[in-house]
């Protein structure tokens, strides 16, 4: 099978991540707005029936996640997706989903800020968002700064805090349906399909959303100890997730009325408010505002390490290749921080539809990396005999047809967003022309 030049590229790398740490990035990266605010909206949209759109979602996300985890185990590499894309699809392609991803991502790392600048608005409300957005953005440049070994220690006890406590959500929120201190909303309101039968289709884009980050996992097998940890961390990732994020919504379902939702306060917070639980709110706020920015933190240290490969590859300036003494890609971490200043316009210009708007924008570059990952998967299966096919490091149960069918259902998912509304089209087209414009512009730069 083919070996990427990419590889050879990325040396300098230090390889320092656990299994742990690979997966809590990647937990980390996921477990963010999209669940945490994002699902006030995915109820608003489908009600009670939110929990089939989660469904679904996992399992396009575990297609991903498998295909992703043999392409990876295969080849480890910063530039991930991007370079299976390229070696096993179409240059363009490959362009298309590492360029794409970045300036999605990096955009996204706003939607973290501006969650996080809505959550300290609960303790001192009269502190503008835009202050918050500013000094956690210090924060989080410094901790990429650093080496990657250090990185992953604040991000595996950074995510953890938020996980562990979901963890503990679930169980109380449990107790309280078990109990009967909370009665249960499952039908409550209108019944479990209120806004139709196809109202779970329409919020599966949320769902989809929240999954975001079982890719990240492929991003930082580029500095991972020993390719040999990659299987575990994929399988490891996507069932942490999936648990998670079944049990949660769930739960929330069950607790709060979904007509009560809204994007201004995170449901789980209003879950407990629901509930009466004692300082509970204040312990939650705080969980959530740790997870926001555990999801900036990883998707600041993913977003790097695709430009840092984009730089050391020729689709983009051979100075964001460079690393300083730490074995970061300083310049390319900088850059990558334009997400930043996005969300310090936005949180001036248009705060209360600031995430909404930042979301419609990310989830372009997401879910085309989950496309060209699962197209490039089956491209991959297509080459290997099946005596290859039997020695590979890690294999997904699924095999090439179930990397079809979550192609197939992804697919969907991105024709139905781009042409939702006009706002999506025009985006989109716009998102996507100038991408294609670049990449022929740098193709000719390198060929020279």
């Excluded at 310049?331 to 310090?344: C, D, E, H, K």
């Excluded at 024709?415 to 509304?421: I, K, N």
């Amino acid at each position: 099978m083919p070996q990427p030049q990419d590889l050879v590229h990325e040396q300098g790398l230090h390889h320092q991540l656990s299994v742990g740490q690979m997966t809590m990035v990647a937990v980390g990266g996921s477990i963010g707005t999209g669940l945490l605010l994002g699902s006030a909206a995915a109820l608003e949209i489908a009600g009670p029936s939110v929990i089939l759109s989660y469904l679904v979602a996992a399992f396009i996300a575990y297609t991903v996640a498998m295909a992703l985890g043999e392409l990876a185990s295969v080849h480890p590499a910063a530039g991930s997706f991007g370079v299976y894309g390229e070696l096993y699809l179409d240059p363009y392609l490959g362009f298309l989903c590492r360029a794409g991803y970045w300036a999605s991502i990096a955009f996204s790392i706003g939607a973290e800020l501006t969650a996080s600048a809505t959550y300290m608005s609960y303790w001192l409300p009269a502190v503008p968002g835009v202050v918050w957005v500013f000094v956690f953005s210090a924060l989080l440049v410094l901790v990429n700064l650093r080496s990657v070994r250090a990185f992953g220690r604040f991000e595996f006890w950074f995510a953890m805090i938020k996980f562990s406590t979901i963890v503990l959500f679930i169980l109380a929120g449990t107790a309280l349906l078990v109990t009967g201190r909370v009665a249960p909303q499952f039908t409550a309101q209108g019944g479990f399909l209120p806004k139709g039968p196809i109202a779970p289709l329409l919020a599966v884009f949320f769902a989809i959303y929240a999954f975001g980050g079982v890719e990240m996992l492929a991003v930082t097998t580029g500095e991972s100890r020993s390719s040999k940890d990659i299987p575990r961390a994929a399988r490891l990732t996507f069932f942490l997730l999936a648990g998670l994020y079944l049990a949660a919504i769930i739960v929330l379902v069950g607790v709060m009325p979904w007509n009560h939702a809204g994007v201004s306060e995170s449901p789980f917070v209003s879950v407990l408010r629901l509930a009466k639980v004692p300082a509970a709110a204040f312990l939650m706020n705080f969980v959530v505002l740790t997870a926001a920015l555990s999801g900036a933190n990883a998707k600041l240290y993913v977003a790097s390490r695709l430009l840092f490969s984009m730089g050391r590859t020729g689709w983009a300036p051979a100075s964001l290749g460079k690393l300083n003494a730490s074995g970061s890609p300083r310049l390319a971490l900088l850059v990558s921080s334009y997400g930043i200043v996005s969300a310090l316009i936005i949180e001036h210009w248009a705060a209360q539809r600031a995430f909404l708007y930042i979301m419609g924008a990310a989830f372009s570059g997401l879910i085309l990396s989950w496309v060209i990952s699962l197209a490039a998967h089956v491209s991959f299966r297509r080459s290997l005999t099946p005596q290859q096919v039997a020695a590979l490091p890690m294999r997904s149960p699924l095999g090439m047809w179930g990397s079809v069918l979550g192609f197939i259902l992804a697919t969907i998912a991105v024709l139905h967003t781009l042409f939702a509304t006009r706002i999506n089209a025009v985006g989109g087209l716009v998102f996507f022309t100038a991408l294609t414009a670049a990449y022929f512009l740098l193709k000719r730069s390198r060929q020279a």
